[in-house]
């Protein structure tokens, strides 16, 4: 096989699967781990991929990679309805409070959340947000109470950040808080691009009596750029697909419930 249709081969591979491993490559090519890292490195050099330890990612997972809050919207949709709709279910009885963080998940949360709150398990809602689309969406509802927390708005993610919306969060005690992630590592643990926006999701975190994460199994083994909280500071993690054998040991050992919607 040629070096030109190999690398055709390996790009596709990227496209499909989002990673490669030299090691999976060497296998399938019968080819030299050497010459796979010579392949990888003249297809990064192209734009094709990034290189990472043991192999290689497509370039839209780079540590500080982030897509628009419009496309985010369309990716992914289908899982993400499902897991928002598992994710209303863990709303406690009675009077209640709880975080809405930045997201697109969250967001369909937030629709849900205006549609079911007629749910007589919780008798009093108060949901609070630093996410300008959450917000709107939790406005549409007379029924619950909604409390914005204010600060200098993130253009990509139209959320507030600073240290105002930290110290907001700081002073609270919230019942549960729903956390978006874009990344989520056996070992690294949750992250996302921006530092700002890491520091406002710890904050976050830190505050709440009982944290659940929304995440699709896209977000599964990807490292951004800012870790903003270890496996064992979360509780819950609503997702779309099991994790593999890594990611579920390292779930069980930091004894996180996950629940598959």
Do not use: C
């Not at 985010?72 to 409070?97: C, F, M, N, W, Y």
């Not at 909604?146 to 907001?168: D, N, Y």
């Not at 989520?184 to 921006?194: E, I, V």
Request: net charge negative; charged share 20%.
């Amino acid at each position: 096989m040629f070096a030109e249709e190999r690398h055709q081969l390996i790009a596709g591979l990227i496209s499909e699967h989002g990673k490669v491993t030299v090691s999976a490559l060497a296998d399938r090519f019968s080819i030299t781990r050497e010459t796979v890292r010579r392949d990888l490195a003249q297809l990064e050099q192209e734009g094709v991929l990034r290189r990472v330890h043991g192999g290689a990612v497509a370039t839209t997972t780079a540590s500080t990679s982030e897509q628009s809050h419009v496309t985010r919207t369309t990716l992914h949709a289908d899982a993400k309805q499902r897991i928002a709709e598992a994710a209303l279910a863990l709303l406690p009885a009675g009077q209640v409070s709880a975080v809405l963080d930045a997201g697109t998940t969250t967001e369909l949360l937030a629709t849900r959340l205006t549609e079911e709150y007629a749910d007589s398990r919780v008798t009093e809602l108060l949901a609070i947000t630093h996410a300008l689309p959450v917000a709107t969406r939790l406005s549409a509802s007379g029924a619950l109470q909604l409390e914005f927390v204010g600060g200098r708005i993130r253009g990509l993610t139209s959320a507030a950040i600073g240290p105002r919306v930290m110290e907001h969060y700081a002073s609270l005690r919230p019942d549960i808080a729903f956390v978006g992630t874009n990344g989520l590592h056996p070992t690294f643990g949750l992250s996302t691009p921006d530092d700002l926006e890491a520091a406002v999701k710890s904050a976050i975190v830190d505050s709440a009596r009982r944290v659940v994460v929304l995440a699709d199994a896209s977000k599964f083994h990807t490292e951004a750029l800012v870790r903003f909280a270890r496996l064992d500071a979360i509780d819950t993690l609503v997702t779309d697909a099991v994790p593999d054998a890594d990611l579920t040991a390292a779930l069980d050992a930091a004894e996180v419930e996950v629940v598959l919607a």
